[in-house]
């Protein structure tokens, strides 16, 4: 199969349909294990290259740095051109340093020299602020992030998981700096929070929509069940944080209503949750994550599902927003 590519928002730089998301990659679950090592991570990601997928994503905090870091290893046995690398900054990454964390002018340009090292590149297609300071005021870290385009470090800024603050993306836009072109909030069929505000902001100020989570961490694929344990080495099984957020009643009355629309096009749950999305005229491009390249070859079939009008209605409706 080939991914096929969209714009990346109003940017002139062309990314697959479906990302690929990198926050397993070296990351410890509540039982102390890593996720996903190296070796499977590399899998991973050839993978998703084979099916044509170019855009990567990853964060300065994911695996402690390991998951740039071992994308880092990977793309250097590969044209680094052909890939649209993003990655973030925000969360500590030294713990006992006050100015280890955040949006300061000296957090940020620490940060993105020490993501550039390792994932072995000169600059980022996209950096994201994982979340927004305000402990650091609008005008530094939009100047210091102005910067590093006008320096060839960073080619778009981009901002992350803000929803209900729409206000604050368009305070940030309307300085006289180089503007968030892309935002990613979590959003999926069950995560519905961002439609009120957020989206029309994002069609108002030309803002791409790169959602993360589009499976619900998992909960979406239809592998877990109201009255059951969460599946031995699934999200659910091992991250308590997950099993709170999503084993809800609410959300397994939605995921009835995605069953039943994948038995009409005989595609999966997970594949019906993406093509949703896929679908959504103010979307982008999933973040689509996966733990065994089965699942990711799963995932990416989404692509060629088709939905209905009907069908698409009928997931939008299923959870009143
Ligand atoms: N900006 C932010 O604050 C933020 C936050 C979170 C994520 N992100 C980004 O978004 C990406 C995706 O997030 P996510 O991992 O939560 O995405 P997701 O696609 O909603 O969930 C992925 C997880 O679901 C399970 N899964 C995926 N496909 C499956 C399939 N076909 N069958 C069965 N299980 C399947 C796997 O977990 P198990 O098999 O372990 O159950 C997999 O790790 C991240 O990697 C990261 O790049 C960004």
Redesign the pocket.
Known sequence: MELETVSLGATGTRVSEL??????FGHENDDGEV?IGEERAHELLDAYADAGGNFI???DM?GDGDSERFIGNWLADRDREDFVVAS?IYWPTRPDDPNGRGLSRKHLRRQVDRILDRLGTDYLDLL?V??WDDDTPADEFMRTLDGFVRDGKVNYLGT??LEPNAWKVVKANEMEYEPFRLA?P?Y?LVNREVEPNYLPMCDDYDVGVVP??????????G?YSRDEEP?A??????DQQFRDSYLTDENFDVLETVEAVADEVGA?T?QVSLAWLLEHDAVTAP??????V???E??LEATRIELSDEQFARLTDAKSV
């Open positions: 990302a690929f998301g990198t926050w397993r996720e994503d990853t964060a994911y973030k994201y994982h979340r992350s998981t990613q979590r999926n993360w989570s589009p499976l619900a961490g998992g909960f979406l694929t592998k599946p080495g699934s999200r659910g099984a091992t999966s997970a973040i689509v994550g996966a733990r065994t089965d699942q990711l799963e995932n």
